[in-house]
């Protein structure tokens, strides 16, 4: 068995990694059993929302650190690091923040990876998750850069509780614009990610539904997260998936669909009237764990395997430091086959006051 010492950064301490490299014919796979098929690419760590459940404005305003450009990975770094997992079974790469349609030409970056083929030879599955600010902007350079899945944050219906929610007083007009410009512009999928948090917008989800009913683009509903220590998680403020379903199907019926693939995150269902259909992400009731096929690189070159990490391998050591793509293939290999994480199946009130201070911010690693 060979032995290999991989530096992994958090806080001071290096990890080794060492072993056998487990992989089937075409994915690595880790200490579970899971392949590696999806990545998220953090491209920024700025946003121009304040969104409480993410950037809380306390947290993220007079004394946060921002990373300097230097620091953050260059597209032809994050172009480099797509080559290398495509070629190694990732299927499907996102594109994350902050919020990347701040990031000056990231029309070049989806152009290089859409550019892309996977382990089987079919194009790179590349995404984008944006608040929609600036997609009245840009919907039309996305498309033509080739972006073919695109999803939108928003968390309510409502003029003023949307505005209480970004922070920023930023008005819904200007995000449904932005959302019909992509239809538009002919971005094939296009989807709404709704964070349902308990005393803030739950009078909002059947508003959400009824907006985008019949449009073809789906709403998913996500359970309010403990990602990062900024957002003041409970889990008394956790709305369960299957309430949701509950309540929308009283309004109107909907019925449940098989998974596109294995290890989909977000439940399926449709409504019973065929008018569209509806997804519902519950990793705090329903924990999809053991199907997780993800990994995160951080704006600054770090990969997590969690959402909920505390750790990360840095990888942009690599990058500027001579190592060959083999040898950050190899690395890369190594991370993921020593992978156990499974937080959300062991996340408890106590579990989240452990890692308090510890855990990873989404801006910095996307959600």
Not at 54 to 62: A, D, G, L, Q
Not at 157 to 178: H, S
Request: glycine share 8%.
């Amino acid at each position: 068995m060979s032995s290999r010492v991989i530096p992994i950064k958090a806080a001071t301490k290096t990890v080794p990694l060492v072993g056998e490299i487990r992989r089937d014919d075409t994915h690595w796979i880790d200490s579970r059993g899971r392949p590696l098929r999806d990545v998220r690419i953090s491209i920024t760590d700025r946003c121009n929302f304040r969104c409480r459940y993410c950037m809380p404005k306390e947290k993220f305003e007079k004394y946060h650190c921002w990373l300097s450009h230097t620091e953050g990975l260059s597209f032809e770094e994050s172009s480099r690091c797509g080559v290398i997992l495509g070629a190694n079974g990732v299927e499907k790469i996102r594109l994350t923040g902050g919020e990347p349609l701040l990031r000056k030409g990231i029309e070049f970056l989806i152009e290089e990876l859409s550019k892309l083929k996977t382990w089987n030879g079919k194009p790179l599955d590349v995404a984008v998750t944006t608040n929609g600010a600036a997609l009245s902007a840009k919907a039309k350079s996305l498309a033509a850069a080739g972006l073919k899945r695109l999803t939108v944050s928003l968390d309510a219906m409502d003029p003023q509780i949307y505005k209480d929610l970004n922070d920023v007083n930023f008005p819904i007009e200007k995000t449904l614009a932005g959302i019909q410009a992509a239809k538009d512009a002919g971005i094939p999928s296009i989807k709404i990610n709704v964070v349902v948090k308990r005393g803030v917008n739950e009078k909002e989800l059947i508003k959400i539904a009824e907006h985008f009913k019949g449009t073809g683009i789906i709403v998913r509903y996500i359970e309010f997260m403990d990602v990062g220590t900024s957002n003041g998680w409970r889990l008394d403020d956790v709305i369960p998936s299957r309430q949701i379903v509950e309540e929308i199907n009283r309004v109107y019926p909907i019925e449940p669909l098989d998974p596109n693939y294995t290890g989909e995150v977000a439940t399926r269902w449709a409504y019973k009237d065929g008018s569209g259909e509806l997804g519902f992400i519950s990793s705090v009731s329903e924990p999809f764990c053991k199907e997780c096929s993800r990994i995160r690189l951080s704006v600054d070159g770090k990969l997590y395997k969690c959402l909920f990490a505390t750790e990360g391998f840095d990888i942009r050591q690599m990058l500027r430091g001579g190592a060959s793509d083999e040898e950050i293939e190899e690395a890369i290999g190594r991370i993921w086959t020593t992978r156990d994480e499974h937080y959300s199946e062991i996340r408890t009130e106590k579990t989240v006051k452990a890692r308090a201070g510890q855990r990873i911010e989404m801006s910095y690693i996307g959600g």
